[in-house]
């Protein structure tokens, strides 16, 4: 028996790494039809003969173990040790589906012995940046260290492991809005998923475009702030979109604009029942939005779920799902480090 505080940040992790396993079959699968995924996310949830289905992670959960990694045996970020743990990781498992240019970064960190761990990130695409969602999939483990730190602080470290990989402020800022959702979440004061019904989707969404506007307040135009409003619209109107319609509205694509707020709205959504598949269960229920979005299923599923597993804790996941997801022991007790850490025991 853990503290609620302890299982919500199990449920950020574990939330994370289950979107990753369970989403990346379908990950490039331009739709996938309701019969297909229908029966998929019934499968997942029965034990059938003696041996468990197991599902492998991807370049979403291999990056978010070394920034966990890193912040907890550095006791904060230290750029260089970051900076190895992804390129070490990338080269003893260079095939979990990594973003077809990141891998140029590792390269070039390798390359020049780590000496500017930022340099080879800045280089990216002629000198903009990658606009990827790779820094935002990865973030869950800063939401958790950065527990009891005040915005500024949050947002800056944020920023800074993603400039590791992320220089465009697409990237860098999508990252920002997926960390400050999920931190906002596991300050939801939700005791478990009885006390459901007293979660306010429209606040969440208030609170969170306040603080992008803060984040983006500076900048030439806002973009993330502008998904957001347009995603208030649609929650104020009570519209309940289907999948095409949240591809289309907001995006299912590998830019984190295209992807960071496609998971929030999931998340929200999801607390309702769905249409398209009946169940109780909320976590099921964002997995199953996520995956039919289509496009980048895993990234999708990984930080929407991450985003129930923050708000309600682990408990609320299906223990079978956890079950199959490679690694989830390792993460689980990652997160109860984190929580230590936090908690300065
Ligand atoms: N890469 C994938 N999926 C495709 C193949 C996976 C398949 N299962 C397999 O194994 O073959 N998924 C992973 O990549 C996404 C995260 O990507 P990340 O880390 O952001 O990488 P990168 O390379 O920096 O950016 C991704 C692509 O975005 C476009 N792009 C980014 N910035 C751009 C810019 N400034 N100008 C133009 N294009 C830009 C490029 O096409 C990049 O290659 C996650 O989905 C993860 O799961
Ligand atoms: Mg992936
Ligand atoms: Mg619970
Ligand atoms: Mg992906």
Redesign the pocket.
């Given at each position: 028996q853990v503290s609620q505080l302890a299982n919500k940040f199990r449920g950020t992790l574990i939330g994370a790494l289950l979107g990753?396993c369970l989403g990346?079959p379908f990950?490039?699968d331009f739709v996938v039809t309701k019969s297909v995924l229908t029966n998929y996310v019934t499968k997942l949830q029965v034990e059938t003969g003696s041996v468990l289905q197991m599902y492998s992670y991807?370049?979403?959960t291999a990056?978010t173990k070394s920034v966990a990694e890193s912040l907890l045996e550095c006791k904060g970020f230290d750029a260089k040790d970051m900076a190895k743990r992804f390129t070490f990781e990338y080269e003893q498992q260079p095939?979990?589906?990594?973003?077809?240019?990141?891998?140029d970064?590792f390269s070039a960190l390798k390359l020049t012995d780590f000496e500017d761990p930022f340099a080879p990130a800045k280089a990216?695409?002629k000198g903009?940046?990658?606009?990827?969602?790779?820094?935002a999939?990865r973030i869950s483990p800063v939401a958790l260290f950065g527990y009891n730190m005040p915005f500024d602080q949050l947002c800056d470290l944020t920023k800074n492991c993603s400039l590791l990989?992320?220089t465009?402020r697409?990237?860098y800022n999508g990252a920002i809005l997926q960390c400050l959702a999920i931190h906002q979440a596991l300050h939801t004061n939700i005791t478990d998923i009885n006390e459901a019904a007293k979660f306010n989707s429209k606040e969440f969404l208030n609170s969170l475009i306040d603080s992008m506007t803060k984040v983006e307040k500076d900048e030439t135009s806002q973009p993330f702030t502008d998904k957001l409003l347009s995603m208030k619209k649609v929650i104020e109107e009570e519209k309940e979109l289907g999948a095409l319609d949240i591809a289309y509205l907001f995006g299912h694509g590998?830019?984190?604009i295209n992807?960071v707020p496609t998971a929030i709205y999931i998340f929200l959504r999801a607390q309702k029942p769905l249409q398209e598949y009946e169940t109780d269960n909320v976590f099921v229920r964002t997995l199953y939005l996520s995956i039919s979005v289509g496009g980048?299923t895993?990234?999708i599923a990984s930080m929407a779920c991450s985003l129930t597993g923050a708000l309600y804790g682990a408990t609320e996941i299906p223990e079978i799902l956890i079950k199959r997801c490679e690694v989830n022991e390792e993460i689980m007790k990652l997160a109860d480090n984190l929580y230590a850490a936090v908690m300065g025991k």
């Open positions: 990753d990346a990950e490039g991807t370049d979403d990056m095939k979990r589906g990594y973003g077809a240019n990141v891998v970064v990216q695409f903009l940046g990658s606009y990827g969602n790779g820094s999939m990989t992320h465009n697409g990237g590998v830019a984190a992807s980048d895993d990234t």
